[in-house]
């Protein structure tokens, strides 16, 4: 049986959030599978495992409560490198959480998009995920995307090329290129501004994720590890961010209450 996620709002919110404003767009950098599975003994792939259990709490919390985008780091470019079976193993995962969520992405209106070298990722995942991203793509309530072999750096490098083999062909000059021409190269392009971007397990870095999207979201970071993590976590991130003042450069008095939350 598919489990809708329908309930308002403000019954999903703790009380103390009800009324306020959710950030657009929530990144996840979801880290600490590893981790938590050594500290109990287990393969590092039973970690990724509970992993996903965490992924399907959180996206229904994103959807209750009107997060318009929420972006999950999955795998990295650099995550090839890791030993062969684990990499295997997050393919099967990868693949099977697509198709088991097809019937909760359809009924929630969310929209499945995917950032990154997605070419490389073997058929089994490739295929069921452009099926689902084809057949979800009028859906408007959410849009989640997957980072899959994805980097920003290698993000960049493609939309330069593009725009540089754009001015060779004659088809732009130099100076049209500018902040937004960037922003619309990049595998983001059709998400919101990035508000909020979590990392999970305690490391204090981006690993490659979102460089240019980053500049001027907020940073939150828990030591709670990735397969522990569940809406109450976010709830914490939340918190965190209503606590925060958006300055975008500008002075404390320059802002007025409502323009303080999004980066538009
Ligand atoms: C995050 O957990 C999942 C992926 C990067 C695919 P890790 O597998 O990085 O777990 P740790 O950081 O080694 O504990
Ligand atoms: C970042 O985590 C990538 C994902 C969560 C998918 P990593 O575990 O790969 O990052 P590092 O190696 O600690 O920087
Ligand atoms: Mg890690």
Not at 30 to 53: I, K, Q, S, T, Y
Not at 186 to 192: F, I, M, V
Request: one cysteine or more; charged letters at 30%.
């Amino acid at each position: 049986m598919v489990v809708g996620f329908s309930m308002t709002r403000s019954a999903a919110l703790p009380d103390d959030l009800r009324d306020t404003p959710v950030p657009a767009h929530v990144a996840i950098i979801m880290d600490g599978n590893g981790r938590w599975a050594r500290e109990r003994g287990l393969p590092r792939v039973a970690g990724h495992r509970e992993g996903a259990e965490s992924v399907r709490d959180v996206v229904r919390a994103c959807r209750q409560i009107g997060v318009r985008a929420l972006t999950l780091f999955a795998f990295s470019a650099q995550n090839w490198q890791r030993p062969d079976d684990e990499v295997q193993a997050l393919m099967e995962l990868l693949g099977r959480y697509v198709i088991e969520e097809r019937g909760e992405i359809m009924d929630n209106g969310i929209r499945l998009t995917a950032i990154g070298e997605v070419e490389r990722l073997p058929g089994f995942v490739r295929q069921p995920l452009a099926m689902l991203m084809d057949d979800s793509a009028k859906n408007s309530e959410m849009a989640l995307c997957l980072a899959l072999s994805y980097g920003a750096r290698e993000d960049l490098v493609r939309a330069v090329r593009d725009l540089a083999q754009q001015v060779v062909d004659g088809k732009r000059a130099i100076e049209q290129i500018d902040e937004q021409l960037i922003s619309s190269a990049l595998w983001t392009h059709e998400l919101p501004p990035l508000d909020l971007l979590i990392r999970t397990s305690g490391e204090l870095r981006i690993s490659n994720f979102l460089l240019w999207e980053l500049a001027y979201s907020e940073l939150y970071f828990t030591d709670v590890s990735w397969p522990d993590f569940r809406r109450a976590h976010l709830f914490d991130a939340l918190r965190a961010y209503h606590q925060r003042e958006r300055r975008f450069g500008r002075t404390s008095s320059q802002l007025s209450d409502d323009s303080s939350k999004t980066d538009e």
